[in-house]
């Protein structure tokens, strides 16, 4: 390790309770997307407990900034710190102490943890500020969940000095104590659209005077699996989900209308482009086989993340000098669930960081994210704050 990265280690790990409570409250008192107007509030009590000035962005987010006085060589430098804090609507059903006090709403992501590994850096590095030149924007995303928080904090123009962005998740699949940091696609476009169809109406026993859109619809969905084994390389990952289907009024009526929601996840703009065009294509040309008629409406929640290879390259180097080689995964299959820090990377180059939070002794630790017993082993916290810390200091000051 660095001098620096020493100092700022140091004090990561004597702040780990300090973090495991923030964790813990946040835990406690989880808020969906577009509604963390009290996790907004536990962020700012934090931040003025700390002596920061910030702001709220994004509706229910906060934004703050720490100017480093350490003198920079050449230029000063500038990076975004992201964390998102949004909750899912899941009963928890884990037995930890600290669980969800709200029925029906849950940290079963851990945004909890993001969120209060992205507070311990913000006291480590104000605290600190000898340390590093340049600047650090953090920002406390609202509404990952649903695609939201990432585009207006970008509209918006507030990270726009930033030559890095910088952001971590936890790994429910991933050791605690090891970190993730690979190029390339690592998370999937997430899409979503609804399919409307239009038939006519008429007795079933006379279906050649009717249009049957329920038929429609069902060609439809056998056809969206096709577009994917035979319109697209197995090379590539492609996938069309329909989870909704609704068609008709009674069992002895051809179906008038019918309406079907799903989504797309691809890893690539140009495949995501693609396979849209050809999804619509399908509808149209499909009710238009059968006599009716198709539109389709679309949703973008969020682009492929793309890890930029050059900010990918520090973040290891500084992640190696900090936990060992061993401890960093630079290769490992990309993932069909969405994140959109992959705007924050469109915007301003950047890296996502996956967190290793799974310890087989603890079961719940081990389970998928979204679950209702998912939990993190509270070390991951330590790995996360630090990282956020130290590759921050790491790129302001030139040596990454």
């Not at 990952?144 to 970008?154: L, M, S």
């Not at 104590?177 to 109406?201: E, K, Q």
């Not at 060992?324 to 993932?335: H, N, S, T």
Request: aromatic share 6%; glycine share 8%; with cysteine.
């Amino acid at each position: 390790m660095t001098e620096t990265q020493k100092a700022l280690y140091e004090a990561v790990l004597r702040d780990h309770k300090y973090v495991v409570s923030l964790r813990r409250a946040f835990h406690q008192h989880p808020e969906l997307a577009r509604e963390e107007f009290e996790t907004q509030a536990m962020i700012e009590r934090e931040l003025d407990g700390l002596g920061l000035s910030h702001r709220r962005i994004a509706e229910t987010g906060v934004l703050a900034e720490i100017t480093g006085t350490a003198e920079a060589e050449g230029a000063p430098r500038c990076i975004v710190l992201r964390a998102d804090i949004d909750a899912l609507p899941i009963t928890e059903e884990n037995g930890a102490p600290y669980r969800s006090l709200t029925p029906g709403k849950m940290h079963a992501c851990g945004h909890d943890a993001h969120n209060a590994a992205l507070i311990g850096a913000a006291r480590v590095l104000a605290a600190n500020r000898h340390l590093f030149s340049g600047k650090v924007i953090m920002t406390w995303q609202p509404g990952e969940e649903v695609g939201y928080g990432a585009r207006p904090i970008i509209a918006s123009g507030a990270i726009d000095e930033a030559g890095r962005s910088f952001g971590v998740h936890m790994a429910s699949n991933v050791p605690v104590g090891s970190v993730v940091l690979m190029p390339g696609p690592n998370n999937a476009s997430v899409d979503w659209f609804r399919i409307r169809v239009h038939g006519l109406g008429a007795h079933v026993s006379t279906p050649d005077l009717g249009v049957d859109a329920a038929y429609i619809a069902s060609q439809i969905v056998v056809g969206a699996q096709a577009l994917v084994t035979r319109r697209t390389s197995p090379m590539d990952n492609v996938l069309i989900g329909i989870g909704k289907i609704t068609a008709g009024t009674t069992y002895n009526i051809v179906a008038q209308e019918a309406e079907l929601e799903g989504t797309i996840r691809v890893l690539t703009p140009e495949l995501r482009k693609a396979t849209k065009e050809r999804l619509e294509a399908l509808a149209v040309q499909t009710a238009a086989l059968y006599g009716g008629t198709a539109e389709v409406e679309w949703k973008d929640f969020t682009s492929p993340l793309l890890n930029d290879p050059i900010a990918t390259a520090e973040a290891q180097k500084t992640a190696v000098s900090l936990f060992g080689e061993e401890r960093v995964i630079r290769a490992r299959e990309p993932a069909l669930g969405g994140d959109d820090f992959a705007e924050f990377i469109l915007r301003v180059p950047g890296v996502y960081a996956y967190i290793g939070s799974s310890n087989p002794e603890k079961p719940d630790t081990c389970v998928a994210h979204h679950n209702s017993h998912f939990d993190i082993d509270e070390d991951a916290l330590t790995v996360a704050a630090a990282l956020y810390a130290c590759y921050a200091a790491d790129y302001l000051n030139g040596e990454v």
